[in-house]
């Protein structure tokens, strides 16, 4: 049994960060300075009391109201966050009662970032074909915002909140190929908060200058840009040539690549490298910015109604960062 994509929204925060905003608190930088680094205008930035639950349930409210599908149709929920409006219970519990969902469904969370979207497609074509569910409801949520330091100006600049949501089926407009996933850990420090969980609950108040100059703090998102970048450039490359043998295509197969909306200079160094056209390769951060989890199913909307993409299309999809992690998979829109 196949399983396919049968909708995809996405849901943005009302309050926004434009370039001129993060200017006027840190004048050293200039507009011009923060489009042409990381390649974002605005960004969404989710209030102090609006939840990734509440923008996941949102995202899904979006979702049954477009494609005209009920609820109770649903029969599982597998929600991607790193900021969960609980230690516990399961954020994704507490939405199948606000959706309406019924209680004779699965539900759980799992803790990824940039790779998660991939994961969970994989999640979710595991439960269509293990026949252990007809109509999975993916979402991804994040508010990395609530997590950074208001003088960290770089992440300031790159993170957007948002969540997005999609339904995996038994049939729809997209099918799922093969998936390839990875992980490697020994670079988990690189992307971190390092207190308030089990490990470091209480928060130290400790903060130092890393190498390359920005302020490391205990309590707030640390990443280490240029450790990042590396192992983007490490195993990107990599990771494109063994979707494509996975799914038996050839880069000629291929009409369009979606990749994890990261920042703007990674992604176009990313491209060469990977010797994709400039054409066939997705860039979008400009009204969002880096939305972690929720980057290639908004960015996958935004190619299908812009008509980037179309029926026949074979596309690529690739997450990397956050664990650290990684996932592709290929999909065709049918």
Known sequence: MGAFIKAIAYYLPEKVVTNEDL??????????????????????????KETAGDMAEKAARKLFDSYNISPTEVDF?????????????????VLQDRL????????????????????????????????MAKNVLLLTAETYNKYLHPGDKSNRSIFGDGAAACIVSTSGFAEIGDFVLGTDGSGAKNLIVKTGASR????????????????????YLYMNGGAIFNFTLDVVPSLLKDVLEKNKLRKEDVDYYIFHQANKFMLNTIRKVCSIPQGQFYINMEETGNTVSST??????????????SVGSE?????FGVGLSYAGCSIKLI
């Open 23 to 48: 200017v006027k608190e840190f004048p050293e930088w200039s507009v011009e300075k923060v489009a042409a680094k990381v390649g974002v205008k605005k960004r969404h930035i989710a209030s102090d």
């Open 77 to 93: 929920i597998l929600l991607c966050t790193q900021s969960p409006d609980y230690f516990l219970p399961s954020t994704a519990c």
């Open 100 to 131: 309406g969902i019924p209680v004779r469904s699965g539900a759980l969370d799992y803790n990824l970032g940039c790779s998660g979207c991939i994961y969970g497609l994989a999640l979710a074509k595991g439960l269509i074909t293990a026949g």
């Open 200 to 219: 470091c609950k209480e928060r130290t108040g400790f903060s130092q200058v890393d190498e390359e100059g920005h302020i490391q703090y205990d309590d």
């Open 296 to 309: 290639v199913l908004i960015g996958l909307k935004d190619a299908i109604d812009k008509q980037l993409v």
């Open 315 to 319: 596309i690529i999809l690739l997450g």
